[in-house]
């Protein structure tokens, strides 16, 4: 560990105290650690965005998703699926690769679940505020 980062001092506060005076880790670990947060959101954020605007703008299966009770049972399984997903997310959290699956899982019922939320209202006006909130995190990711 550099003795460079742990000298460094917070400007807005004024005092000469180090910034981070309990931090025991690397900071480049930290940022790593940063950056991988924000790369799996904006993905998740992305991922949501794309299903949302394919589901909303394919008007057969609004249609379908809206009109019948298929589609309305469709929907509730998702919605539950995408809950019972949790479940092992956290029972298999600090399994590397078999995690990533799972999130990806969730991720993926969880934007089906968006998207058919979407379809039952004004389903572009959220798409549009979702991609607007996506530009919003993404343009505070960058240090």
């Given at each position: 560990?550099?003795?460079?980062?742990?000298?460094?001092?917070?400007?807005?506060?004024?005092?000469?105290?180090?910034?981070?005076?309990?931090?025991?880790?690397?900071?480049?670990?930290?940022?790593?650690?940063?950056?991988?947060?924000?790369?799996?959101?904006?993905?998740?954020?992305?991922?949501?965005?794309?299903?949302?605007?394919?589901?909303?703008?394919?008007?057969?299966?609004?249609?379908?998703?809206?009109?019948?009770?298929?589609?309305?049972?469709?929907?509730?399984?998702?919605?539950?699926?995408?809950?019972?997903?949790?479940?092992?997310?956290?029972?298999?959290?600090?399994?590397?690769?078999?995690?990533?699956?799972?999130?990806g899982i969730f991720s993926l019922?969880?934007?089906?679940?968006?998207?058919?939320?979407?379809?039952?209202?004004?389903?572009?006006?959220?798409?549009?505020?979702?991609?607007?909130?996506?530009?919003?995190?993404?343009?505070?990711?960058?240090?």
């Amino acid at each position: 560990m550099s003795d460079e980062a742990l000298l460094k001092t917070n400007i807005e506060s004024g005092s000469s105290e180090p910034l981070y005076p309990t931090m025991v880790e690397s900071p480049d670990l930290r940022w790593s650690f940063i950056r991988k947060v924000y790369s799996i959101v904006a993905i998740q954020l992305l991922f949501t965005l794309g299903v949302g605007a394919a589901v909303v703008s394919y008007q057969p299966f609004v249609t379908f998703m809206t009109t019948t009770i298929l589609g309305m049972t469709c929907y509730v399984f998702i919605i539950l699926s995408t809950c019972i997903t949790l479940w092992p997310l956290y029972y298999y959290s600090q399994r590397h690769p078999f995690n990533y699956v799972l999130l990806g899982i969730f991720s993926l019922g969880f934007s089906f679940a968006v998207g058919m939320s979407c379809a039952f209202t004004s389903g572009t006006l959220k798409i549009f505020e979702q991609l607007d909130f996506f530009s919003l995190v993404n343009g505070f990711n960058h240090p």
